[in-house]
């Protein structure tokens, strides 16, 4: 379902812990990813570029590039899913081929009150945003420490990613404030069928 946020902030549904899995979030429960503005929000939002960074020059085709990648992370993040190895041989070239070209290069300017803040020094190109994610990805399948920290969300029709950092590693949801509110609630909903009947 499209919707029209070209103008509208892009805002986290929650911070994933990486910003691959953060892409990955941008198809739930509609697809984020639809249209320009939308995805220029999303990458300041995401941090793959400074606040403030000028993407008056992004085209309707990096909308697409940026869910193909989406699309290749998922595959391989998913191993045990419906994919076969040929998708995941693809879905691995692609990333590698991705992560192969230039990040944007940050520069320090000094502001007029003396400190320091980071800048791009011209707007970055799609394929060097898109480095910027496929490089992250490389990071998260290649560091088996954080590879084993990776978990699905376990709310009903929610198929978020995410890595989980907490104590003890028994984050159950993508977000305690909307799957893990959902399932309280219907666990005691349960209940009280139970205690009427």
Known sequence: MARDTATAPYELRFDAGRCCLDLLATSHPYEHLDAVGPLCAWITGAGL???????????????????????????????????????H???????????????????????????????LGEGPECAALLAVVARDAVELLTDPVARAAVRECAGDDCPIVYLDTSRGRRRRWCSSETCGNRERVARHRRRAALTRS
Do not use: C, M, Y
């Not at 992560?99 to 520069?107: D, E, G, K, L």
């Open 49 to 87: 570029v400074p606040p403030g960074t000028p993407l008056g020059h992004a085209d309707p085709g990096w909308p697409s590039r940026f869910r193909e990648l989406r699309s290749h992370i998922g595959t391989l993040i998913r191993e045990g899913g419906d994919s076969g190895p040929r998708a």
């Open 89 to 119: 041989a693809h879905a691995l070239a692609r990333l590698n081929e991705l992560a192969a070209v230039a990040t944007p290069a940050p520069r320090a300017v000094r502001q007029e009150d003396g400190a320091l803040a980071k800048e």
